[in-house]
Structure formats: C-alpha cells, structure tokens
C-alpha cells in the first residue's frame, strides 16, 4: 500500500466530508445496497422484515450499523501513511467478515462503490476520485484476507 502524502490529505479530506454526518451518510449507504442489492439483506437477520427504504432509514438497527460501517472507514483513512496500523484494522475485520459472519466478499465492493457515488452526489467528482483508490485499497486487502481464509 502506496500513499503519496498528496493522495493522504486529498483522501482525508474528502472522507471528513461524508463522516460529519456519519450516521445519516451510512445509514443512507446501507439503505441504498439492501434496496439496489436485495440479497445483501440475507446477512443481517434482524433487517431482513424490512421491506420499505423508510423504514430501514428509522430502524435503530440499520442507522447503528452504518455508522459502524463509516467509524471502521473512519479507522482506515486516519492510517493511509501507516501501513501496519492499517492491516490491524482490515485484517481482523476481514477475518471476522470471512470466517464469522461468513459474508461474500463482493459485498464489500458494492458497499464502497455506493459510499464512492454518494460522495460524488453530494460533494462532486474531485471528491470522489480522491477517495477511490482508499476504496480499491480497503477491498483489495479484504479480499486478500478472505482467500487467506479458503474463500
């Protein structure tokens, strides 16, 4: 993992714009996949009896989780220039991901482009682009965890 110091500020600067508004953002991420990807909601037991997007926006439940979501993100970006300290949060996440909670790896993938869209929606391409090698980055490694894991 290569970060120029150039592409660590532009990364952070863009994701301290998405997590001001942590929870609304990642409930909004979450929303978005469990209604544009539907099979996605098979994985959380207690979301799968929510049928409309309204709902899962005031679900405690799925809130909670997305600001979880953005918090690890949040962990992630604060140690693009430290490598090691970046794998101690992919790495045990992965794992947990992988062999716990037994999630397809692909999902990662469709919840990054999601945060990468809404970014753009809200604070254009520039941020965007500079947070898209963050995300190339986060599910490259999990996917290296997972096939460290037998996937």
């Not at 508004?21 to 929303?31: H, K, M, R, S």
């Amino acid at each position: 993992m290569s970060f120029s110091e150039a592409e660590v500020q532009g990364a952070r600067g863009a994701w301290e714009k998405m997590y001001a508004d942590a929870e609304d953002n990642g409930t909004t991420v979450l929303v978005r996949m469990f209604t544009e990807h539907p099979d996605t909601k098979s994985y959380f037991t207690h979301f799968k009896g929510m049928d409309s997007a309204e709902e899962m926006k005031q679900s405690d439940q799925v809130r909670g989780h997305g600001k979880k979501v953005f918090t690890a993100i949040n962990d992630m970006v604060q140690h693009l220039d430290n490598s090691e300290a970046f794998l101690g949060i992919v790495n045990p996440l992965g794992k947990k991901h992988a062999t716990q909670l037994k999630i397809d790896p692909k999902n990662f993938r469709i919840i990054c482009d999601i945060i990468l869209q809404l970014m753009e929606e809200k604070f254009g391409g520039d941020c965007k682009s500079s947070f898209e090698k963050v995300t190339n980055e986060i599910c490259s490694h999990l996917n290296n965890v997972y096939k460290e894991a037998g996937w």
